[in-house]
């Protein structure tokens, strides 16, 4: 029996040497957690966090966060003339206290979305991102800890670009697209949001295959944007969204940030399977088979409307962040009324 237990001990200790996944892909990769609920930021400890309105409408049924609420009904009160003035700017507090709550438990920055309702609209886009910023400052915090969360549409990385001229920082989401991401680059955003496991579902319930995790179009796409951006010196920040399966993640460990639900950072906490760094600069240059290109409106609206499954998936994404709003809107309703 003696060796028996020797032998256990030894290899739980061989076991704790090694690093869990979710460390070892953190010595080369940012990690962001996709969540706003704060017990789990606490638990993954991420650098940043990026919240959206399902996430908020979520994390507005738990019980303690209801003062973040009741906070924001009455700053929208205070604010708007109009009921529908009010809805607006509550929601607009509500997502900054939520924020500010965020913050408080990350080191690095936290991601605000501007209402998608508003993604073909370059003006409003701009105002509501000052206005996120403002709200920010006042209480306290720098703009260089925020992200302007847009949909990269068109309208979306026009914005982005005059936002950033003015030191606000943009996280450009929702990009399906190569041709997405080079005007977003060509935009000066400090980052975009990549979807990996959207462009998986689509390829899987258009062709009915099965895909691997270095096949999968979903991987394929952010590689060729991080490639291209280090081959060409871009700045703008690579951050990996949309996660289906831990090989998704594994397989762009290097991306520079990668933005992660809590289901999948347990899996990575609870994993000690080796993590090998899949992208770099110096192998992203190399691999890298793209000419540069410059994005103009036109060439945009055609790379776009060329490639169906972005444009089926940018619709349906802006959508869905719309009728989330919706949601979280008619959950805040009865409270503006009382």
């Given at each position: 029996g003696s060796t028996q237990s020797t032998w256990g001990d030894r290899f739980r200790e061989e076991r704790e040497a090694m690093a869990t996944a979710l460390d070892q892909l953190k010595s080369f990769t940012?990690?962001?957690?996709?969540?706003?609920?704060?017990?789990?930021?606490?638990?993954?400890?991420?650098?940043?966090?990026?919240?959206?309105?399902?996430?908020?409408?979520?994390?507005?049924?738990?019980?303690?966060?209801?003062?973040?609420?009741?906070?924001?009904?009455?700053?929208?009160?205070?604010?708007?003339?109009?009921?529908?003035?009010?809805?607006?700017?509550?929601?607009?507090?509500?997502?900054?206290n939520f924020g500010l709550e965020i913050l408080k438990l990350v080191p690095g920055r936290v991601s605000t979305e501007v209402d998608a309702k508003y993604s073909f609209d370059t003006e409003a886009t701009i105002a509501k991102g000052r206005e996120i910023i403002a709200l920010y400052k006042e209480a306290g915090i720098s703009s260089d800890r925020i992200l302007i969360k847009i949909a990269s549409t068109w309208e979306g990385i026009r914005a982005a670009e005059v936002l950033?001229?003015?030191?606000?920082?943009?996280?450009?989401?929702?990009?399906?697209?190569?041709?997405?991401?080079?005007?977003?680059?060509?935009?000066?955003?400090?980052?975009?949001?990549?979807?990996?496991?959207?462009?998986?579902?689509?390829?899987?319930?258009?062709?009915?295959k099965e895909y691997s995790a270095v096949e999968d179009p979903g991987v394929k796409s952010v590689s060729r944007i991080y490639q291209y951006y280090k081959k060409y010196g871009y700045e703008t920040i690579v951050m990996g969204a949309s996660f289906r399966t831990l090989g998704e993640i594994t397989e762009l460990a290097g991306c520079?940030?990668?933005t992660i639900s809590p289901q999948l950072l347990e899996q990575l906490k609870k994993s000690s399977d080796k993590v090998d760094q899949?992208?770099?600069?110096?192998?992203?240059?190399?691999?890298?088979?793209?000419?540069?290109?410059?994005?103009?409106?036109?060439?945009?609206?055609?790379?776009?409307?060329?490639?169906?499954?972005?444009?089926?998936?940018?619709?349906?994404?802006?959508?869905?962040?719309?009728?989330?709003?919706r949601k979280l809107e008619q959950a805040i309703l009865p409270k503006l009324k009382a």
């Open positions: 940012t990690v962001v957690a996709d969540t706003a609920n704060f017990a789990l930021i606490e638990q993954f400890k991420p650098t940043d966090a990026t919240t959206n309105p399902s996430l908020i409408l979520a994390a507005t049924m738990v019980e303690k966060f209801a003062p973040l609420i009741d906070d924001a009904v009455a700053y929208g009160k205070k604010k708007g003339q109009t009921l529908d003035d009010q809805l607006e700017a509550t929601m607009i507090k509500l997502a900054v950033e001229k003015e030191g606000i920082h943009c996280n450009l989401t929702l990009l399906f697209s190569f041709v997405q991401a080079v005007a977003a680059a060509e935009a000066k955003a400090t980052l975009i949001s990549p979807f990996v496991g959207r462009i998986l579902d689509w390829y899987k319930k258009s062709t009915g520079d940030y990668l899949k992208l770099s600069k110096e192998q992203a240059q190399a691999a890298c088979q793209d000419e540069k290109i410059h994005v103009d409106e036109k060439l945009f609206r055609w790379m776009l409307n060329e490639d169906a499954m972005s444009t089926e998936k940018l619709s349906e994404g802006i959508r869905n962040f719309s009728a989330d709003t």
